[in-house]
């Protein structure tokens, strides 16, 4: 299993290779989509201006497409808003005619209008189908594959993307469905676990307002009239690894599913802390890969890497 990480900025690529990375997918928001259609119509559900979220300029793009070419680390451009109106169709069809001049072949895609207008105009990019979808079952990954198509000089839908929801049991049987071996499937396994579901979520996901999922609430009967609201004390969360979600114990259940690659979420987050959970992965992936059952491997696993202190914030 190749693992898959998030990148905020151009200058934490080389950091991010280096920690083990086998691929970097990031956001990049250049300043006339902000002029012409506003900060709160995202083009990739990160509506940050002012922090190292992702990259603003072309000639950054540029910079980091001849980082790419001599690392041979490949980077993924993240376009995963839900929808999009036919002006912005427009304008991202041409962005990505432009970047793939650079040489960036792939994109993280959410909505399915986008890629019918990219197949449309016969725009022959790689497409990395985002959790946000929300792909559930068998049928929807069929429609995914029928929509996108194989055919060259078109879009093809080269990986599809578990969202946060799903089951290994799930994605086992969706992955085991398909005779064709030619699809990658990628989860989610470290960082921002999220108990909504992404692709029912319309909430924005930027600094300057908390997440709606971390907004302090309680379910509880209200009496009629009445809105009771409490401040509920955060959890006690140790520090460690996968302190806002992990999943390293379910690595032997994510391979025997079929699952090729593993998402480190982390747009935003410090290069440090991000090149440290790389560098988690791979020494979980290592014991995995000499272990000879999964008790073994968790074992193992825990021993190296978490000593007493775990997280309890667990993916699966």
């Not at 692709?199 to 009771?228: T, W």
């Amino acid at each position: 299993m190749k693992i898959t990480a998030g990148m905020g900025s151009v200058e934490d690529y080389e950091m991010l290779v280096q920690a083990g990375a086998d691929e970097i997918f990031c956001g990049y928001v250049p300043f006339d989509w902000n002029q012409k259609f506003g900060n709160l119509m995202p083009l990739n559900r990160r509506e940050v201006m002012y922090y190292h979220v992702q990259v603003n300029v072309c000639e950054d793009m540029k910079l980091l497409a001849n980082m790419m070419k001599d690392m041979h680390v490949p980077v993924a451009i993240t376009l995963n808003a839900l929808y999009y109106t036919e002006e912005q169709l427009k304008w991202i069809g041409d962005t990505i005619l432009r970047l793939m001049e650079l040489g960036f072949r792939d994109y993280i895609i959410a909505d399915i209008g986008l890629v019918l207008y990219l197949r449309e105009r016969r725009i022959p990019c790689y497409i990395h189908m985002s959790g946000e979808i929300g792909e559930w079952n068998e049928p929807a990954i069929r429609m995914i594959r029928e929509i996108c198509g194989q055919n060259a000089g078109s879009p093809q839908c080269k990986r599809i993307i578990f969202h946060r929801k799903n089951s290994i049991e799930d994605m086992e049987s969706m992955i085991g469905a398909f005779e064709e071996k030619d699809m990658e499937y990628e989860a989610f396994l470290m960082n921002e676990m999220c108990h909504f579901t992404g692709g029912f979520c319309n909430s924005l996901h930027c600094d300057e307002m908390v997440h709606i999922c971390q907004l302090p609430y309680r379910i509880a009967p209200v009496k009629e009239g009445s809105l009771p609201v409490k401040q509920q004390q955060e959890s006690d969360i140790q520090e460690c690894i996968g302190d806002t979600g992990c999943g390293l114990c379910a690595l032997w259940a994510l391979q025997r599913a079929g699952v090729s690659h593993l998402k480190i979420v982390g747009r935003g987050k410090s290069p440090e802390a991000m090149a440290a959970d790389i560098k988690a992965v791979r020494k979980a992936l290592s014991i995995l890969e000499v272990s000879q059952t999964q008790e073994i491997f968790q074992k193992q696993m825990k021993k190296e890497l978490f000593g007493t202190k775990c997280s309890l914030q667990c993916y699966y």
